[in-house]
């Protein structure tokens, strides 16, 4: 799923049109080829051949920044917020002998009307979660059974209800399960079937079962009211808007809602944005190029010769470096984002516990003091730069001062005269006659000596204004250089105290590690020292990232200058220059392919941050006061009216409200809507917050089906919030002596 206005927008800092269509007719190749086992290669290498072969040395491989998208961009419509015809629309839901549900049942999904909300109201156990697995199942098939495998520990043969496996056993015949699933898209209807055969042996007690799968059904509701047979793989392109790798952020659980927000979530945070805005789609499409790149500059590098050859061989290593280069720091990525979730596990661990609370919030203090003693500094030393060197200069003050004596000398002695002089003789020039009385006509001897004493006086005037604004100007330099230098004076005594409080925090943070260390919960997990390992391994990371990224700025400048260098010797190896040529437009689409995403990445943060801000804001008016963030660490956040973090003043509904309107907002920029299927979404909710939530959930979406439990998250007050847009209820409770859930509507 792809934001395709912020993709467009982030594709539109490619300079060069056509590199600009390759790179679209790259990622669409890798659309229609997502769900192969193997990278659509040769598909990459024909389009690039067919560009560079037909554009040749023309490209232009630049990129620009596109503008940030603000506030009023949502404003004009340019969100993925607005309103949608609803892409998919689940009909029903039918089991048979399906975990807690012996015989077939049915239960109705599809909205009625403006009434979009689905409800199935039943405690624990009595079969919620069997319906929310079977509707995982057909519309997700065996991924997810692999995922309940891997998750729950759960195989197919347990979700065989036992009412049956009983009956088979005893009538040695085979039990059917299934699920059945009923959708439509864009009006046409659908009916997906998953199902197995199980084959139950009684072994004393107990039941041994084995199953067998069969294979999936695939059919469509044709005009005429008939069933067609489709080929399963028609599945995948029906939900192309609700593929299994985002499964868990439309059909979810309240549990799975809160790791957003818990301590350490930076992961979940960062996969949630990649994968459902379609960052993925990108990055994988970068690393394919860099292959394809690499067979060509191989090709180019077997068919040169001469200092050609020397070059592209410098090119390969060059450019191999490169990609390793890139490919280190995205892993050092990955290391730092691990080390800094866990130590925010740590830290929320040490703060909930009652020995351990004091000394953290201790901590957490003597941090944030860190932190801004730290910001100061590093503000403090870029002035104290800026203030060497204009301090500098005075170095040169002793020649400045006799300078400024001299001219001040020649200013008091009339040397440098003002302009009265010649304004007097233009006077009499004027007049025609002298202050004495002699003529100075127009053909006067007096009146060209006046005029030849005027060029004079004017040339003498232009020195004398330069000496004179030089002597004002050095004056008031040489102030401005003395007081630079009070101010570097004063600086440099401002950076040893923040140095000095540096020191002092740095002491007080070790002491208080020491002492964590020493309370006994503490150092029996050994949390304090995995703490600090990983506090150091954050900091060796950045250091290794920093370098790496100096060094990709570096090999960009040699392989400028070598591809420059290629040109002059590419003449008269045309094999040659034809394989060097499609390098370099490869090597051009994956660099952009990088741009973009990045370009994409931050905008696709900035519009999850505002759409989160507002779903929030919409469910609960007690957190106006807050803006949400979410980092280029990817950490989710809320940020208070000082811009404090604030997350962990929260009220627990609070952040699982937060937690929702993150998956919801992902989704809005998506450019999606699927149905919003949730399992016991308002359990940690007060019932103040739980209502409010309530009563916009169904706003938020097109279809909205929920499992809830009884009273805590099925009252009064919440079925009159969701009322209006309420289509059906179900009541299921199970029965232990017929081993079976019964529903009634």
């Known amino acids: 799923m792809i934001d395709r206005r912020g993709l467009l927008r982030a594709f539109s800092g490619v300079k060069d049109e056509n590199l600009r269509a390759l790179m679209a007719r790259l990622v669409q190749v890798y659309r229609e080829h997502e769900e192969s086992a193997h990278a659509p290669l040769a598909h990459y290498r024909a389009a690039i051949e067919s560009y560079a072969d037909q554009y040749g040395d023309t490209l232009d491989p630049s990129y620009e920044e596109p503008l940030p998208t603000g506030p009023e961009s949502l404003a004009n419509g340019e ?84 009412a049956a496996a009983l009956a088979a056993g005893e009538q040695n015949c085979p039990v059917e399960v299934s699920v059945e699933l009923a959708f439509s898209v864009e009006g046409v209807k659908y009916f997906v079937t998953r199902a197995f055969q199980a084959t139950v042996t009684p072994r004393g007690e107990e039941l041994s079962i084995s199953v067998q799968l069969r294979p999936t059904k695939l059919r469509r509701l044709d005009a005429s009211g008939n069933l067609a047979d489709l080929l399963e793989g028609a599945l995948v392109s029906l939900l192309s808007q609700l593929p299994a790798r985002v499964r868990d952020f439309y059909l979810f659980d309240g549990e799975k809602i809160n790791r957003f927000v818990a301590p350490g979530a930076q992961r979940a945070v960062r996969s949630a944005i ?34 050609l050859a020397r070059i592209q061989d410098s090119l390969a290593r060059r450019t191999d470096e490169l990609a390793r280069t890139q490919q280190d720091i995205e892993r050092l990525k990955g290391e730092s984002l691990g080390h800094r979730s866990r130590v925010e596990e740590i830290d929320a661990f040490l703060s909930s516990t009652k020995d351990t609370r004091p000394l953290q919030q201790r901590r957490k203090e003597l941090e944030d003091l860190l932190k801004r003693y730290e910001e100061e ?63 100075v006509g127009p053909e006067a001897e007096a009146r060209r000596r006046l005029e030849a004493r005027l060029d004079m006086l004017a040339e003498q005037s232009r020195q004398s204004e330069f000496q004179l604004g030089l002597f004002y100007q050095l004056g008031s330099s040489s102030r401005w250089v003395v007081d630079k230098a009070a101010q570097l004076d004063r600086g440099r005594k401002e950076l040893s105290r923040i140095r000095e409080h540096l020191r002092d925090a740095r002491n007080m943070l070790k002491e208080v590690s020491e002492q964590l260390e020493g309370i006994e ?29 100096e060094r990709i700025e570096e090999l960009k400048r040699e392989i400028e200058r070598l591809k420059v260098e290629e040109q002059r010797e590419m003449q008269g190896q045309m094999e040659a220059a034809v394989a060097a040529t499609r390098a370099n437009w490869a090597e051009a689409a994956e660099l952009n392919i990088r741009n973009v995403f990045a370009a994409y990445a931050a905008q696709a943060r900035a519009e999850i941050e505002r759409e989160t801000t507002r779903l929030w804001k919409a469910m609960l008016p007690n957190v106006e006061a807050y803006r949400v963030s979410v980092s280029d660490d990817f950490e989710l956040s809320a940020i208070d009216e000082l811009g404090r973090p604030a997350m962990q003043e929260l009220a627990m509904g609070q952040q699982q409200c937060l937690g929702l309107a993150f998956i919801m907002s992902v989704a809005q920029v998506a450019e999606t809507k699927p149905p919003l299927v949730i399992d016991m979404p308002f359990g940690r909710l007060g019932s103040d917050t739980a209502s409010s939530v309530a009563a916009k959930l169904p706003q938020l979406t097109e279809q909205l089906i929920l499992f809830v439990l009884p009273g805590t998250e099925w009252n009064s007050s919440i079925q009159e919030a969701i009322g209006p847009a309420l289509a059906r209820q179900y009541s299921i409770k199970y029965d232990y002596e017929a081993h079976c859930t019964r529903v009634a509507s």
């Open 377 to 439: 500094e590093e503000s403090l030393v870029f002035t104290l730069r800026e203030l060497a060197c204009h301090a500098s200069t005075l170095f040169a003050s002793e020649a400045v001062g006799r300078l400024i004596e001299e001219l001040d000398r020649r200013r008091e002695a009339g040397v440098i005269p003002g302009p009265i002089s010649e304004q007097l003789i233009k006077d009499l020039l004027d007049l025609g006659e002298c202050i004495c009385g002699t003529p």
């Open 79 to 162: 969100s993925g917020s607005g309103a949608r015809r609803p892409f998919i629309t689940l009909e029903s839901l039918t089991v048979e002998n399906f975990g807690s549900y012996c015989g077939q049942t049915t239960i109705s999904l599809a909205p009625v009307g403006n009434r979009n909300v689905t409800v199935v109201v039943g405690s624990n156990g009595d079969g919620k979660s069997t319906l929310f697995m079977a509707l995982n199942w057909a519309l997700f098939g065996n991924d997810y059974i692999d995922e309940l495998q891997a998750g729950q520990q759960r195989e197919l043969a347990d979700l065989v209800n036992r």
């Open 274 to 307: 990649r994968r459902v805005v379609g960052i993925e789609a990108l990055e994988t499409t970068a690393e394919h190029l860099r292959r394809v790149s690499a067979h060509f500059r191989s090709e180019a590098r077997r068919l040169a010769s001469g200092d």
């Open 521 to 549: 919960v503490v150092d029996r997990s050994g949390w304090e020292a995995e703490r600090r390992e990983r506090e150091q391994a954050l900091i060796r990371c950045e250091a290794k990232i920093l370098s790496a990224n």
